[in-house]
């Protein structure tokens, strides 16, 4: 028991790190989300294909290399070019997790949007409505509440995707993790604490998506 004991105060710390990183990640990850599902709808070209760039470069890599370049190869390129751009861990990995759960979501974003019955546009165009106004008033309201779902199984799988960020030494729950089988040999114990661990946060994880879920199909019973 006091082995156990032991074990909770650095896997605390580091969920702490853990949960910090999901957030700023997966706040990241819905604002490109949206940016590059509209972008890819665009009807200016130049948006529309940078948008489709983006979106299969960050889903067509591997989000390991993606974070290894950031931490690893960025620098690098930035001495040779004379630029600093050097980052902490932390912030390597929001940036990783936020771009390459962005890429994913922007598919989301593009198929809940061109969901929308073609004579809710045809309405708006009938109102004279500006594109913009559409967007928001129109379209949004509607399409938000048939993307939840999948933003929810999106944050979930970000937050185990923090494991990864262990390898740049982020002293996340993994890095405790490891750090404390290497010291005590105990994999069974602290790996069992881990897995619960993981699992605890992604059940709060799943119960806040589910009221967000809520809230937006409210949001769209007011704005239509």
Known sequence: MDNLLSYIDPLLDGAWVTLQLTLYSTVLGGVVAFMAGIGKLSENRATRWLSICFIEFFRGTSLLVQLFWLYFALPILGQAIGVDLRMPPLLAGTIALGLNIGAYGAEVVRGALQAVPENQYEAAKALDFTPKQTLWRIVLPQAIPEMMPSFGNLAIQNLKDTALV???????????????????????????????????????????????????????????
């Open 166 to 224: 262990s390898l740049i030494s982020l002293g996340d729950m993994t890095f405790r993790a490891e750090q404390l089988r290497n010291y005590t040999q105990d994999s069974t114990t602290i790996y069992t604490l881990l897995l619960f661990m993981y699992f605890g946060m992604a059940l709060v994880l799943s119960a806040l998506m589910k009221i967000l879920e809520r809230y937006a199909s409210r949001w769209r019973t007011r704005k239509i």
